[in-house]
């Protein structure tokens, strides 16, 4: 009867517990079942499983009671998946700060169910982490000097500390391949460079009007300095890598440098490494900076980690001490769900990897609420799955993207059943600059709500796919660093109709660094390359250089919206009928020189676009090449209000004239400026 009695303590919360033992220890040889069942019967069964970091003084094993927790994370993991508190809903209360050893992989036997999920929380009285990296003690460190001189410098030996080759990571080109990185209490350090950041944060380049391009491999610098500083890297552990934006100020990529060679008294040939190709080749006037080298280390915040000999060097920008909390991420991705379904995480921090720091893939019923997720070397949370809740998170430190979603069917127009409310997300694309936002997209039925993102060098949300809506969110400095982007950014596509843009705020979308193309192109909503069918209303964009760019699309609905102090408020061009005709062709198929960019028929024909569920979806879709193909028809720019008090050069709210939209079967109208 009390092995009985035990089995059911299983099922009702732990407070409980001992109230339940004591009544079954003291009442032997009678029947409990009439005090057992005094608990209401609507009371959902519980199962609370808690670990904690330090090992109880108990000599009985551990089990998950709050006197003999478990010691880790995945000893709670295989406790549940040999039916700890099975039939029950089942909580597994995280207390304090794990450093893993190895990453908490989630597989489908992990899962939950509907009325009984498994519910991964941190607890409150003392908050729960659970990280990647390690953390090195002060007694690591030692005092070292460095090529440029500069004083308090220390180093920490990592290999001693269990790092190897392959933990380290590499640079790598395009992009580094999960590379270590150091974090000094919970912000992310600048890996030594030249030139430096700026102290008010803005990244510094060298190039512009000093580089030229001399052939595919080579390009001259004339900056004796640059060339001098940058020399001895050549030939130092690691090599001279360089980042730059080599011909559009929308594409960044890491090149590695072979030689230095100089040709006059002031300019140098810079040759790559032959298996480091940029995406583009050299242009006249691009940009770079060099990265990774114990040579540059000269700025308070800056590190170098040496990766054959296993040394971090760093200079503090605040003398360390031992509550000094200094990491070096470890673990590619510190929670990893792969199938899991029916669960959630509530109330911890996620933080520190080489790679994805929590990443969820071909899941259903997930929630992430109320964390932190943080410090990535490539991007903080990545869902793939339906039914995801995103919400109440604090993400920054992100190398990539902060929030990546996939959802729902665009064959099927199947909803993913996805939101991602309430997010707070700052401080992404570290590593890679471009195209990796604070929200990524793509799937069916998003639902995207009173987010805030901030601080991003190029888009705060991209992607594709189809009646997704996106409302309430407000995006503020970003695309500071490119041109020929936008805050919120979408492109070239037909197909990916029904998306909802309303009730946003768009703040300060403008560049804060130089830039290397002449082109100031930020927009707040970036409609590019004949992009159609969205409907973008009751939004409010302040001080951007351009509120909304019209790429050509057809059929979106640009209304009711407030402009303040934009130096473009919209534009509006037709592109597919003149340099972008081949996009739109009905006979696109037939690529030019063997490479076509973009057929829109090619992928509306994958999606049998003439038929259900594209047919019914969006009815006019079918007989679009017999309605004036790579015209931009039936767009509606009304109801606007504008403001261009504080525009620069007195401001302009529409681009194109009356006569041209017209002309493209489109209208504008009742737009009115009004300054409050």
């Known amino acids: 009867r009390l092995n009985k009695n035990l089995s059911i303590m299983a099922k009702v919360p732990s407070s409980a517990r001992w109230a339940l033992l004591t009544l079954s220890l003291c009442s032997c040889g009678a029947d409990n079942s009439e005090a057992i069942t005094k608990f ?24 998950g009671t709050e006197l003999r927790p478990f010691t880790s994370v995945h000893s709670a993991r295989n406790a549940l998946r040999s039916g700890f508190g099975e039939n029950t809903e089942r909580v597994v209360m995280v ?48 005092a070292t000097s460095v090529p440029s001189g500069a004083k308090g410098v220390v180093k920490a030996s990592l290999f001693s500390l269990g790092f190897n080759a392959t933990t380290l990571g590499k640079m790598a080109a395009p992009y580094p391949d999960a590379l270590a990185r150091l974090y000094v209490d919970t912000k992310p350090q600048v890996i030594a460079r030249s030139p430096n950041i700026a102290a008010d944060g803005t990244w510094m380049w060298y190039g512009y009007e000093n580089l030229t391009n001399s052939s595919s491999m080579s390009f001259t610098l004339r900056d004796p300095s640059a060339s001098e500083l940058l020399a001895p890297a050549v030939n130092s552990t690691g090599g001279l890598w360089l980042h730059g934006y080599w011909k559009f100020d929308w594409r960044d990529t890491y090149i590695k440098i072979d030689s230095i060679t100089p040709t006059s008294a002031d300019a140098s040939l810079f040759t790559r490494n032959h298996s480091t190709v940029p995406q583009y080749d050299f242009t006249n006037g691009c940009r770079f900076y060099a990265v990774n080298s114990l040579e540059f280390l000269d700025t308070p915040g800056e590190y170098f980690i040496d990766a054959s000999a296993g040394v971090l060097y760093y200079l503090p920008s605040a003398p360390l001490t031992a509550a000094t909390e200094v990491l070096v991420s470890m673990l590619d991705t510190v929670v990893e769900n792969s199938g899991a379904h029916d669960l959630s995480f509530e109330g911890m921090t996620v933080s520190e990897a080489r790679g994805d720091v929590f990443s969820v893939s071909s899941a259903d019923n997930i929630t992430i609420s109320s964390s932190r997720i943080s410090n990535a070397g490539s991007g903080c949370l990545v869902f793939s799955g339906y039914n995801g809740t995103i919400v109440n998170n604090t993400v920054y430190g992100c190398g990539s993207t902060a929030i990546g979603v996939s959802s729902g069917d665009t064959t099927t127009l199947q909803s993913g059943g996805t939101v991602v409310a309430d997010n707070r997300i700052t401080n992404f694309s570290l590593v890679v600059r471009t195209y990796r936002p604070g929200i990524g997209f793509s799937g069916v039925g998003l639902h995207v709500v009173n987010n805030t993102v901030s601080h991003g060098p190029h888009t705060a949300m991209t992607g594709g796919g189809n009646n997704h809506l996106f409302e309430h969110n407000t995006i503020s400095r970003v695309c500071f660093e490119c041109t020929d982007t936008g805050a919120f950014y979408v492109g070239r596509s037909w197909n990916q109709r029904g998306n909802v843009v309303r009730y946003n705020t768009f703040d300060t979308i403008r560049p804060t660094e130089r830039l290397a193309q002449k082109s100031c192109s930020q927009n707040a909503f970036y409609l590019d390359d004949q992009m159609s069918g969205y409907d973008f209303y009751g939004n409010t964009i302040i001080n951007s250089t351009t509120g909304v760019l019209l790429g050509g699309g057809r059929r979106n609905t640009i209304h009711s919206n407030t402009f303040v102090n934009n130096d473009v408020d919209i534009a509006f061009d037709n592109r597919g009928m003149t340099w972008q005709l081949d996009y739109c062709r009905y006979n696109c198929t037939d690529a030019k020189n063997g490479f076509q960019p973009a057929c829109f028929k090619n992928k509306l024909e994958a999606l049998n676009y003439t038929m259900p569920p594209y047919s019914v979806e969006y009815p006019s879709l079918p007989t679009i090449y017999n309605d004036h193909p790579c015209v931009p028809v039936h767009n509606v720019i009304t109801n606007n209000v504008y403001c261009h008090a504080r525009s620069a050069n007195g401001g302009k709210f529409l681009t194109a004239t009356a006569a041209q939209i017209a002309s493209w079967m489109s209208s504008a109208g009742n737009n009115t400026e009004h300054c409050v």
């Open 95 to 142: 207390h304090g700060t794990h450093f893993l050893s190895e990453t908490l992989h989630l597989e489908p036997i992990d899962s939950g169910s509907p009325t009984n999920p498994i519910r991964w929380v941190g607890s409150r009285s003392d908050p729960a982490k659970l990280s990647g990296a390690v953390r090195i003690p002060y007694s690591s460190f030692s």
């Open 40 to 63: 209401p019967e609507s009371r959902p069964a519980v199962t609370v499983l808690h670990v904690k970091q330090q090992k109880s003084n108990s000599e009985q094993p551990e089990d």
